[in-house]
Nanobody, 115 residues
Framework: QVQFVESGGGLVQPGGSLRLSCAASGIMFKSYPMGWYRQAPGKERELVAKIFSGGSTDYVDSVEGRFTISRDNAKNTVSLQMNSLKPEDTAVYYC?????????WGQGTQVTVSS
């Protein structure tokens, strides 16, 4: 079955960096655009970074220039390098296919930005 396993979250001070990783299984990984989503307390889950099979990327304005998404189609993994983190980046981060109908969600990884 489809499975996404996210890792790499943690507690970091404002201005710090984290690198999130996601291992995907049960899908034709290289056929899908992949995305990193996040859900902050009391808010809807939002797609913050997207990468197409060929490597082109797209970001929401709030993370543009600070976050970098990448993928390894041979290993079925997708990563998110997060720099210059802000308290408003605090959320649970998930990876999933970046299409209208996402697959079942993984457990996510908690990112907390606080001094």
């Amino acid at each position: 079955q489809v499975q996404f396993v996210e890792s790499g979250g943690g507690l970091v001070q404002p201005g710090g960096s984290l690198r999130l990783s996601c291992a995907a299984s049960g899908i034709m990984f290289k056929s899908y655009p992949m995305g990193w989503y996040r859900q902050a307390p009391g808010k809807e889950r939002e797609l913050v970074a997207k990468i197409f099979s060929g490597g082109s990327t797209d970001y929401v304005d709030s993370v543009e220039g600070r976050f970098t998404i990448s993928r390894d189609n041979a290993k079925n993994t997708v990563s998110l390098q997060m720099n210059s983190l802000k308290p408003e980046d605090t959320a649970v981060y998930y990876c999933n296919v970046a299409v209208l109908a996402p697959k079942p969600w993984g457990q996510g990884t908690q990112v907390t930005v606080s001094s």
